[in-house]
C-alpha cells in the first residue's frame, strides 16, 4: 500500500483518538519511523506530506539524510552511542534518546546551537529497554543545568509489549505524570512540554494519555500489505 493511503488511516486513528478525550489534533506530531524502509519509501512518506521523519541509527539516518537533506524534520529515535553524536548532531532536529550524562556532555560539547532533547525513561523498568527510571529522572534533568547546548523539550518512553491494554495505558500515564514533576520545577533550560510516546501498536492509547509526538514504523511506512 502507498504511503499516502496508510497515512489517510492513522491521520484517521489520531482523530478518533483525539475526539476521545477532546484534544485537537493539531497537538500531535506524527513522526514516521523510516529504520526499517528505504530511502525511496522515505522520500515517498515526505512526499505524502509527512514532514518529520525518525531513525534510530546514525548510519540510517545519514543514508536518509544524503538525498532527502534538511527537508524534513530529522528525529533520533535511537540508542545514541557517545562516539556517533557527532555524526548528526548537525542534521537532527530532536534528539529523543537522552539517557546519561556523558551523553550530554558530548551533545552540548559539539551543538552549535540549542538542541532539542528529550530524556528517554523507561518507565515499566525493563531490563531490554534503554531509559532512567522514573526515580532518577528528575535528579537527571537537574543535572543537565550546566549545559547551554541542550534543552529538555520532554520526556520519551517505550510502552511493554503486551496485549494488556492497562499495563500499557498506565505505562503513558506515568510518563505524563512525570512531565509534571518537571513542570513544576520551573527550570528554563527544561520546558519539557513534549511527551514522545506511541508507536504502531499503541498510538491511540498513547494520544489518549497525553502523547505529543507519536512515532510509527510499521503502521505508516511498512512495505508489506
Ligand atoms: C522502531 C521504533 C518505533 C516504531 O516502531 P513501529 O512499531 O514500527 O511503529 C518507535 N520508536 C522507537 C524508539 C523505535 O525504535
Redesign the pocket.
Known amino acids: 500500500m502507498r504511503v499516502a493511503a496508510k497515512l489517510e488511516q492513522i491521520k484517521q486513528q489520531i482523530n478518533e483518538a483525539c475526539l476521545k478525550v477532546n484534544r485537537n489534533p493539531d497537538e500531535v506530531k506524527l513522526i514516521a519511523?523510516t529504520?526499517y524502509v528505504s530511502i525511496d519509501r522515505a522520500s515517498e512518506a515526505f512526499e505524502a506530506g509527512i514532514k518529520n521523519l525518525g531513525e534510530?541509527r546514525d548510519d540510517g539516518l545519514l543514508a536518509k539524510w544524503s538525498v532527502l537533506r534538511d527537508k524534513p524534520d530529522w528525529h533520533f529515535?535511537?540508542t545514541l552511542q557517545t562516539r556517533k553524536v557527532k555524526n548528526i548532531i548537525d542534521k537532527v532536529e530532536y534528539i529523543h534518546s537522552l539517557d546519561r550524562l556523558s551523553l550530554a556532555e558530548e551533545i552540548n560539547k559539539r551543538a552549535d546551537h540549542k538542541i532539542k532533547c528529550l530524556v528517554q525513561v523507561n518507565v515499566s523498568h525493563e531490563e531490554s529497554k534503554h531509559g532512567l527510571s522514573a526515580e532518577e529522572t528528575i535528579k537527571f534533568i537537574e543535572s543537565l543545568r550546566p549545559f547551554d547546548n541542550i534543552s529538555v523539550e520532554g520526556l520519551m518512553t517505550?510502552a511493554p509489549l503486551t496485549k494488556d491494554e492497562q499495563i500499557v495505558r498506565d505505562c503513558f500515564r506515568k510518563l505524563r505524570e512525570l512531565r509534571t514533576q518537571v513542570q513544576d520545577r520551573n527550570l528554563d533550560f527544561a520546558p519539557c512540554t513534549e511527551l514522545s510516546m506511541g508507536?504502531?501498536?499503541d498510538f491511540p492509547i498513547a494520544i489518549e494519555e497525553g502523547a505529543t509526538m507519536v512515532?510509527?514504523?510499521?503502521?505508516l511506512v511498512g512495505e508489506d500489505g
Open positions: 519511523v529504520k534510530n529515535i535511537g517505550m508507536m504502531s501498536g512515532r510509527i514504523g510499521t503502521a
